[in-house]
């Protein structure tokens, strides 16, 4: 057995994140540590001897090897890789090629391979990305910030990570697909269980344009812990940003998770009185994430200042009467949006996106229809913003 069928064989005994697995793969690697398993099986003294630059947890491998033995027998990498290919996963183990270099800031604590449905390349998608979780009982308001901070961050080439569960994780995936953009579903069970059902067909939408991604193979059922587990692979992401999230919710395990990965986290402000927003105002109080004052912020969390606006971009184009048009003109949608949905986007308060865009009209730049304002034609030399900052409106 080489050292990738042993990454598939470790996936499928060991639990996401389990600390003695990683620590035996970590001195052993993924071979080593499965002869490991059958030479402390008949000689306890010897395997220990083999473990002795690891005194401190020598002890724990030893006890956690009962957890691993019983599973070894429906974990053959032949049988593995043929449930996969049912269903249309691939497998990708840990060092492989194609395996996302974004990870190895977890070390020991690497999945031991990833299975995805869908034809993204991950290792890409990971390296520019953005995660956007929260609360699955999210708000109106929640819900559509998600959706155009993912928007704003697929236009621009950064793949949207996220979870595929109700609430936040649905709309951020919609925010990606809406401009065909790449966005990744990180599961808690095996790709052949699309979880949760509801969102199932949401899901095979993001498998035709990017890919759902487990570190189980198919046939693993979504438990409690391995939503908490999974959250680690979700803030390996470039930046989280937490849209909404109580005082206990997996959202704010995911920024813990991203804060310790030194990962920049961003949090989206709320009404005081709501216990949606509770969680995102703690992490700026008390864990020193950045306040999100519009979904433009995400751009300058993932990429370099220069990367995200382009100095042609900011100096190039029609003239504008003053910043807050431009930045008025960029959240323009090419489907036009009304004056609150372009404030939100903007970073604009209400009355200065109306004065801006009354100032737009008045230069031939916007013009309103409908209830919706979107761009007008124009003899201006092309603006080269036009991709920088569109998003989607609902």
């Not at 970590?26 to 630059?53: F, N, Q, Y």
């Not at 621009?156 to 990744?184: F, P």
């Amino acid at each position: 057995m080489d050292a990738g069928d042993a990454a598939l064989v470790w996936s499928a005994i060991a639990e996401p994140d389990d600390a003695e697995a990683g620590a035996l793969v970590s001195v052993l690697g993924h071979e080593g540590a499965l002869a490991w398993i059958g030479e402390a099986g008949h000689d306890p003294v010897a395997a220990t001897a083999t473990l002795a630059s690891e005194p401190r947890v020598v002890d724990r491998i030893l006890r956690a090897r009962e957890r691993w033995v019983p599973r070894l027998a429906a974990a053959r990498p032949t049988e593995l890789r043929e449930r996969a290919e049912c269903v249309g996963a691939r497998v990708i183990a840990r060092g492989a090629p194609g395996w996302p270099a974004a990870l190895e800031v977890m070390g020991a604590r690497q999945p031991h391979a990833l299975w995805v449905r869908g034809d993204a390349d991950v290792d890409a998608a990971w390296g520019r990305s953005v995660a956007v979780v929260g609360s699955r009982a999210a708000t109106a308001y929640g819900e559509h910030v998600a959706s155009d901070v993912a928007a704003v961050a697929a236009e621009r080439g950064i793949a949207v990570v996220s979870g595929g569960a109700y609430g936040i994780d649905a709309a951020a995936h919609r925010g990606a697909l809406a401009v065909d953009g790449v966005t990744i579903a990180v599961l808690a069970g095996g790709v052949d269980r699309l979880y949760p059902a509801g969102n199932a067909l949401l899901l095979e939408r993001v498998i035709r344009t990017g890919a759902v991604v487990s570190e189980q193979p198919p046939g693993f059922a979504p438990h409690r812990q391995r939503f908490l587990s999974r959250n680690r692979l979700i803030a390996a992401a470039g930046a989280t940003v937490v849209v909404e999230a109580a005082l206990r919710s997996g959202a704010l395990s995911t920024a813990r998770h991203a804060l310790d990965m030194l990962r920049p986290v961003l949090a989206v402000p709320g009404p005081l009185t709501s216990a949606a927003s509770a969680g995102c105002h703690r992490l700026v109080r008390e864990s020193g994430a950045t306040l999100m004052s519009a979904p433009v912020d995400v751009l300058q969390a993932v990429m370099s200042l220069g990367d995200a606006l382009g100095e042609d971009d900011a100096l190039e184009g029609p003239d504008f009467g003053s910043a807050a048009e431009r930045q008025a003109y960029g959240a323009i949608p090419p489907r036009g949006a009304s004056a609150e949905s372009i404030a939100l986007a903007s970073g604009l308060t209400g009355p200065e996106a109306a004065t801006a865009l009354a100032g737009l009209a008045a230069r031939g730049l916007a013009a309103r229809s409908r209830g919706l304002w979107s761009r007008a034609e124009t003899r201006e030399t092309p603006d080269k913003t036009d991709n920088l900052v569109q998003r989607v409106s609902d």
